[in-house]
């Protein structure tokens, strides 16, 4: 049985509100959240809406309850780091360079294969795709705009692999790699900086050519990578957060 619409909305505001707090630092692991009726009356919700909210956060590996001691916030190891609201509270919070380099991480470990198995596997319409996405990167006038088209574009090539898991684990990560395109492309004094790049795994995939795919690839998240270290202050590093 559906829980009524009011149910749903509080508890969702209220889930997110806690999982902001726990992810950005505010509440730390192994701090111990408020008893419910107080923790309820200050968010201004039942207690059925909190209990539900509490329920997603032990799902997402937040927080742990115990009989007796109350919902605790666990350590980050214990996070879902790939389950989409978490990614999204990470993102939310000002990422750290130590969570900016954990993504180009993941960019390197992915992608340049996932643009060489593209360039041996794409179909013409997957290829029309990654074009598409390229166009619309090159006719982008808002960085928003840019960034919708960069992750379209990210997202053909692991298409174009024919690997549905790749695809799969992309869906995954999108909320995180949207806002790390959009970060990488607000650091540079021209948003529209990497599409040459782009346009070269374009290229390399559209003449079947998988090592240069990769290499281009991997250029461009080196890039990304250089550029965004160039332009962030060393205020926000992990060690501040």
């Known amino acids: 049985m559906k829980k009524p619409s009011a149910v749903r909305t509080l508890y969702g505001h209220v889930m997110h509100e806690l999982g902001q707090r726990i992810v950005s630092g505010r509440v730390k692991p192994g701090?111990?959240?408020?008893?419910?009726?107080?923790?309820?009356?200050?968010?201004?919700?039942?207690?059925?809406?909190?209990?539900?909210?509490?329920?997603?956060?032990?799902?997402?590996?937040?927080?742990?309850?115990?009989?007796?001691?109350?919902?605790?916030?666990?350590?980050?190891r214990y996070w879902n780091q790939l389950d989409s609201d978490v990614l999204a509270w990470r993102c939310a919070s000002m990422p750290t360079d130590d969570f900016v380099e954990k993504l180009v991480e993941m960019r390197e470990l992915i992608e340049p294969a996932a643009a060489a198995s593209a360039a041996r596997h794409r179909t013409a319409a997957q290829l029309a795709e990654i074009d598409a996405a390229y166009q619309a990167m090159d006719a982008a006038q808002t960085l928003d705009a840019w960034t919708e088209a960069d992750v379209r574009f990210h997202d053909a090539v692991l298409h174009a692999t024919g690997n549905e898991l790749l695809h799969s684990l992309f869906s995954v990560v999108e909320t995180a790699?949207?806002?790390?395109?959009?970060?990488?492309?607000?650091?540079?004094?021209?948003?529209?900086?990497?599409?040459?790049?782009?346009?070269?795994?374009?290229?390399?995939?559209?003449?079947?050519?998988?090592?240069?795919?990769?290499?281009?690839?991997?250029?461009?998240?080196?890039?990304?990578?250089?550029?965004?270290?160039?332009?962030?202050?060393?205020t926000r590093r992990k060690a501040s957060a």
Do not use: C, W
Not at 36 to 41: S, V
């Open 31 to 76: 701090d111990v959240l408020p008893r419910e009726e107080t923790l309820a009356e200050n968010l201004g919700v039942s207690r059925t809406a909190l209990r539900e909210a509490l329920k997603v956060l032990s799902a997402k590996g937040l927080i742990a309850s115990r009989t007796g001691v109350g919902a605790r916030v666990q350590e980050e």
């Open 177 to 234: 790699l949207s806002a790390f395109f959009s970060l990488s492309a607000r650091s540079a004094g021209d948003f529209k900086y990497s599409l040459p790049y782009h346009h070269q795994v374009l290229e390399a995939i559209r003449r079947k050519q998988p090592e240069v795919a990769r290499k281009v690839m991997l250029a461009m998240i080196a890039d990304s990578r250089d550029n965004m270290r160039r332009s962030r202050p060393r």
